[in-house]
């Protein structure tokens, strides 16, 4: 029995359209950010533009001023709760803010200096980063700023002890230009 020529324009029009769908759901997959951005900036110090809304409060937004008693001079401010950093200038102005994503371990409350820079390598977690900004060593964790070059943050349920603190790279090379050797990080509840 010959087949109908029907069935064979059927055939050949249904694996061309499934073709062209994967093309386009591969072109989309390939164009599309691995995760969208976390970071927040914010020109004006004090101001509240942040869209990040808080856990345990609801729909309020957090603010985005810099923290009150958060010491004087040029600064690094990391607030923990927040999860959130300010680079202040020596003007007491605030001139970047932005959200970050901890690791395992978090340094305790209290006035660092950055201790060492290191342009790449990889982190205690095992991911290549970049622009790491260190400012505490304690237990064996060191504790600083970094950008995953993968865009990866850490993960939370990690079992090992990590101090790697994860900001986008835009935020990380901001920081990396900000927090020489000797800045002051202060570090708050």
Sequence with gaps: MPRSSTGTVVAALTAAALGGVGFLAYQASATAPDRP?????????????????????????????????????LRVVYALGDRRVWLVDADEKAT???????????????????????????????????????????AGVVYGFSAAVDGSLPDPNATKKTGGIRESRADATAMWQFAQAGTKVVVLA
Excluded: C, M, W
Aim: hydrophobic letters at 25%; zero cysteines; glycine letters at 10%.
């Design 37 to 73: 951005s976390h970071s927040v900036r914010d020109s004006k110090a004090g101001g509240s533009n942040d869209k990040a809304k808080t856990k345990d409060k609801g729909d309020k937004k957090k603010s985005t001023a810099l923290p009150a008693k958060s010491g004087s001079g």
């Design 96 to 138: 970047h803010t932005f959200v970050v994503s901890p690791s395992t371990a978090s340094p305790a409350p209290g006035t660092y200096e950055v201790t060492s820079r290191v342009a790449s390598t990889i982190g205690s977690d095992g991911v290549q980063v970049e622009h790491v900004v260190v400012f505490n060593t304690e």
